[in-house]
Nanobody, 129 residues
Framework: EVQLEQSGGGLVQAGGSLRLSCVGS???????????MGWFRQAPAAQREGVSC????????YYKNSVKGRFTITSDGAKNAVYLQMDDLKPEDTAVYYC???????????????????WGKGILVTVSS
């Protein structure tokens, strides 16, 4: 059974930083020629949106416009892991953040609520002003 375990959320003041981690179990990325992983978020009364995703082919990345220059996504296939370094956080970044995994992911890289097959349970990030 595929599981994605998330950690690193919490409360931070505006301008601060957090690092989210997601480690997968029940699968091995080495079993797939291509895969993608990413981070998504959902604020109250809003749809889940793609924040940043990464593809195993050449570490191609996608960032939502509002986080470009502030967030950095990295992955470690050997650990089945993906990370999101979030700097200069803003109150509008407040949301529940979800990790996603898509085995056999094709290109172009897709990073939306329909683009992943497996999801973590979510972790709350709160940015105070």
């Amino acid at each position: 059974e595929v599981q994605l375990e998330q950690s690193g959320g919490g409360l931070v003041q505006a301008g601060g930083s957090l690092r989210l981690s997601c480690v997968g179990s029940g699968f091995t990325t080495a079993d797939y020629d291509n895969w993608s992983m990413g981070w998504f978020r959902q604020a109250p009364a809003a749809q889940r949106e793609g924040v940043s995703c990464i593809h195993s082919r050449d570490a191609i990345t996608y960032y939502k416009n509002s986080v470009k220059g502030r967030f950095t996504i990295t992955s470690d296939g050997a650990k089945n892991a993906v990370y999101l370094q979030m700097d200069d956080l803003k109150p509008e970044d407040t949301a529940v953040y979800y990790c996603g995994f898509k085995p056999k992911a094709s290109l172009p890289l897709r990073c939306n609520m329909y683009s992943m097959d497996y999801w973590g349970k979510g972790i709350l990030v709160t940015v105070s002003s």
